[in-house]
C-alpha cells in the first residue's frame, strides 16, 4: 500500500481531540476543558427545523450557494446589530460551520510556501489551516491584552488570522487594532481574515465589535460570523464568510468542488434564528457573564480574565500544571501552551457547563489555589 501522503503528517495533533481523549482516560471528572456550548438554540429554531424537515421539497440538494434568504438574514444581523451594510448576493458565503472557513481561507487566498501569520495565544485549528495549505507560519505575539506587537510581524506575508474576542484569551479586541491590521495588510500584501465566533458573547456593557465595522476592511479581508456560540447551535454547523467580494467567491467556487449545499431545513432555521425573536441571545451571554463572575472571584490569586467569549484564562499556580489538576483534583482545564507558547504556564476554562458541574469544579480549583 502507498504512504500516507505528507500532507497528513504536516497537521499538528488536534489539540481538542487529544484534550478530550486525555479527560476521557482520567475517569470521573468536573470537564471545564471543553467549550461546547450547553444551551441549545431558542425552540421555535428546532421548530423551524421540524416543519422544513417535513416538506418533501426540502430533501434533494441544497443549492450550492446557500438559500438567499439566509445571506439576507446575515446582512439584516450585520446592519442591525453591527452596524455594517453587507450585499448578501456578493458579500456573503454559506459555509457547513466557520471552522470550514478557518481552511477555506488558506486554501483560496495561499501558494504553497507562502507564509500566514497567526497569534499567539490563539485557536489551534489555525495551524491545521496552515498545515493543510503546505504554507509556513510565523506567529503575531499577543500581550496580556490580546494587544498585537506589531513589530513582531513579518514585512511579507500572504494571510493574517485575527481572532477577538479572543480564545483563549478571553480579550475583546483593543481600541485601533483592526486599524492596524488594515495597515499591516496594506503594508505586507496580505489578506487579513477576523474570526467573530465569539463576536456576540462580551461581558460588562460592551458591544461586539465586527472587523468590517472598520473603515477598508472589506477591501483587504473578511469575517468569519458563526451560529454556534451566539445561537447555541454548535453541532448544526452553520456559518459564513462575510466580507470580501473575491474572497467570497473564491471560498464559494472550492466549496462547489467540496460540498454539495447544506441541508435545507438546517438553512431554513438558521433563517429563522437569525430573523426570529432575540431574546435567547442575550439570555446566553448574562448566563456566560454570570459564570464569568463566580469563575474570576474562585480563582482570585491567579489573575483571571475575561471580557467575553465563554471562557476565563488564567495564570497556573506557580509549580501547578494541568495535568496535574486533571489526575490530583480531578478537574480538567485547557493547558494554555496548546494555544502557543505564550500561552505556556496559563490555562483556559469554559463556563459552557451547565452550574452546578461548573461549581463544583470552581470549588475544587479554589481550594488548590488557596492550599497553593
Ligand atoms: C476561535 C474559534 N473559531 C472558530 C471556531 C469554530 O466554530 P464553528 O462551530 O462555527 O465551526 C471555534 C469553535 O470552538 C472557535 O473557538
Keep these: 500500500m502507498r504512504e500516507r501522503p505528507r500532507r497528513l503528517d504536516r497537521l499538528p495533533e488536534q489539540y481538542f481531540a487529544a484534550l478530550l481523549a486525555r479527560v476521557a482516560a482520567a475517569g470521573p471528572v468536573v470537564d471545564l476543558g471543553r467549550g461546547n456550548p450547553d444551551v441549545g438554540p431558542p425552540p421555535h429554531v428546532a421548530e423551524a427545523l421540524d416543519r422544513a424537515a417535513r416538506r418533501p421539497d426540502t430533501h434533494g440538494y441544497a443549492p450550492f450557494a446557500g438559500l438567499g434568504a439566509l445571506k439576507e438574514a446575515v446582512a439584516a444581523r450585520y446592519r442591525d446589530v453591527y452596524g455594517v451594510e453587507i450585499d448578501p448576493e456578493t458579500e456573503v458565503a454559506v459555509l457547513p460551520g466557520s471552522k470550514t472557513g478557518l481552511m477555506e481561507f488558506a486554501q483560496t487566498c495561499v501558494e504553497d510556501g507562502d507564509t500566514i501569520v497567526l497569534p499567539d495565544p490563539g485557536y489551534p485549528d489555525y495551524r491545521s489551516a ?12 499577543l500581550g496580556r491584552d490580546a494587544r498585537p506587537d506589531w513589530d ?31 495597515a499591516w495588510a496594506h503594508a505586507s500584501g496580505g489578506w487579513v481574515m477576523h474570526d ?7 461581558f460588562d456593557g460592551r458591544r461586539p465589535q465586527s472587523f468590517l465595522a472598520v473603515e477598508g476592511a472589506r477591501e483587504i479581508g473578511f469575517e468569519l460570523f458563526s451560529m454556534s456560540k451566539t445561537y447555541g447551535m454548535a453541532g448544526w454547523r ?20 467540496q460540498f454539495a449545499g447544506i441541508f ?5 432555521a438558521g433563517v429563522a434564528a437569525l430573523t426570529g425573536p432575540q431574546d435567547s441571545v442575550e ?22 480574565r475575561s471580557e467575553g467569549t465563554f471562557f476565563v484564562w488564567f495564570k497556573l499556580p506557580e509549580g501547578l500544571t494541568c495535568e496535574q489538576l486533571l489526575a490530583e483534583h480531578r478537574v480538567a482545564v485547557a493547558p494554555g501552551e496548546g494555544f502557543g507558547e505564550r500561552g505556556r504556564g496559563w490555562a483556559r476554562l469554559s463556563l459552557a457547563t ?19
Design 196 to 202: 467573530f465566533a465569539y463576536g456576540d458573547l462580551v
Design 264 to 268: 435545507m431545513p438546517v438553512q431554513e
Design 152 to 182: 513582531a510581524a513579518p514585512a511579507r506575508a500572504a494571510a493574517l488570522y485575527l481572532n477577538y474576542p479572543s480564545n483563549p484569551l478571553a480579550a475583546c479586541v483593543p481600541d485601533g487594532v483592526f486599524e492596524e491590521a488594515i
Design 354 to 372: 451547565p452550574d452546578d458541574r461548573l461549581d463544583e469544579g470552581l470549588e475544587r480549583l479554589r481550594r488548590v489555589v488557596a492550599a497553593g
Design 283 to 304: 439570555a446566553r451571554r448574562a448566563t456566560y457573564e454570570r459564570r464569568r463572575d463566580r469563575a474570576v472571584a474562585a480563582l482570585e490569586g491567579c489573575e483571571p
Design 238 to 257: 452553520l456559518g459564513f464568510a462575510v466580507g470580501n467580494a473575491e474572497i467570497t467567491r473564491r471560498i464559494e467556487d472550492l466549496q462547489n468542488h
Design 130 to 141: 496552515v498545515a493543510l495549505a503546505d504554507a509556513r507560519l510565523e506567529t503575531l505575539p
